[in-house]
């Protein structure tokens, strides 16, 4: 599965690169990440200070920090 199959089915805005906050880790509440890729249907995401991207569901807790077209 790829990218738009994740944006097209979950209607996320999700890209390579794009910047996410996410607070699903009621310990870590809340991380931010840079999407590296996908798995499947999920999204492979960095979390600031991490060496290694983990898996998320694309709409569980996730928000797209997308800037403003315009």
Known sequence: MSMQYIRDT?????KRGCRVKFTGN???????????GACGQYIKVRM???PH???YHPDWRMEYLVPNAG
């Open 53 to 55: 991207s983990g898996t």
């Open 48 to 50: 600031d200070g991490d």
């Open 10 to 14: 979950y209607g996320v805005p999700a």
């Open 26 to 36: 009621p310990h870590k509440c809340p991380q931010f990440g840079i999407i590296t």
